[in-house]
């Protein structure tokens, strides 16, 4: 008889670390959880007594409020530091942090860093399980599994679609774990922006480099901008945000005409309305932005459920 899976990993780093078994089991057990934030009483007691930390480096609204919820949604104590208000500011190191706050015994540690790869680093220094909610310009695995999730309960399957992502491309971290998820799960990702927001190796993730915006979008299944990324960018890389929404920006026309009728609108948030995406796309039929941030509460209870529940592993 066929051992049944298990869920293995302690850390949650990178789209890259999971196979594609680990992904269904990560969106199956979000969709078992999802039901519990329409509840009149929204709180179950899985992680009764278990502690997580919100370590955020960089300012967050969405992730950092989401992985909150999802906590206290099932009974977990939870605590929230910001990098203006930790020892940083005195020249601790991220790893001395890291280590007095593990000396306080969480259970894990979710970590938002404007430095690719930091929580890799604390993940080697410290017990407690991490979780990467954004790292410099790496990866966002939460926000790609959202994404999916969101797509598979509109289509069924994530397996053929045609999905374009379009903006900036280079600074984005979402953009990398989507490429990487979608495309694991059978998706044909395109790619498309100006070239000075375009990276090297993208056809190696196993996107489709397009040279237009017309050419993502063409008979996609999935649209989603990015937000240029200014905090990102010590030299602005674009002339100005008008020439930008009028070569890149999502807009009904461009829809209409080159997108599959029923295409689905997405976007990671913050959306920069008349930039990367015209109002009445952000706000019209296709768009499933909201949906999205639900989901994302979901995912994120799912995430902490399998690192420290009792399906957890600790490999």
């Known amino acids: 008889m066929k051992d049944a899976y298990q869920f293995k990993h302690k850390h949650i780093l990178g789209i890259e670390q999971l196979s594609v078994a680990d992904i269904f089991h990560i969106l199956d057990t979000a969709i078992s959880f999802k039901e519990i934030s ?8 899985t992680l009764k007594g278990k502690t997580i930390i919100n370590f955020f480096f960089e300012p967050s609204t969405r992730t950092r409020l989401s992985f909150e919820i999802a906590a206290k949604r099932m009974s977990a104590d939870t605590f929230n530091i910001a990098a203006s208000t930790s020892s940083a500011t005195k020249g601790e190191t991220l790893i001395d942090t890291a280590r007095n706050l593990q000396a306080m015994n969480p259970d894990t540690i979710i970590v938002r860093h404007g430095s690719s790869g930091a929580p890799g680093l604390l993940a080697r220094h410290v017990e407690a399980s991490i979780i990467n909610a954004g790292d410099g310009t790496h990866e966002h695995p939460s ?17 053929g679609l045609k999905i374009a992502i379009v903006g900036d491309i280079a600074h984005s971290r979402v953009a990398h774990s989507d490429i990487l998820g979608f495309t694991k799960l059978g998706a044909e990702v395109r790619v498309a922006g100006p070239e000075t927001f375009m990276v090297p190796g993208l056809d190696a993730l196993g996107a489709r480099v397009c040279g237009s915006i017309v050419e993502a979008v063409t008979d996609a299944d999935v649209v989603m901008a990015l937000r240029i990324q200014r905090e990102r960018q010590d030299d602005p890389l674009i002339p100005s945000l008008r020439e930008y929404s009028q070569f890149y920006g999502i807009n009904h026309n461009l829809l209409q005409k080159h997108a599959r009728p029923d295409v689905l609108v997405m976007h990671p948030g913050p959306i920069n309305r008349g ?5 009445d796309v952000a706000d019209g039929k296709g768009s499933v932005i909201l949906e999205q941030v639900t989901n994302g509460v979901a995912v994120r209870m799912a995430l902490l459920y399998l690192v420290m529940g009792r399906e957890g592993g600790r490999g």
């Open 275 to 279: 930039v990367e995406m015209n109002p």
């Open 38 to 45: 329409s509840r009149s009483i929204k709180k179950v007691p």
């Open 143 to 159: 926000q790609a599994l959202l994404d999916m999730m969101t797509v598979r309960e509109h289509r069924g399957t994530v397996e």
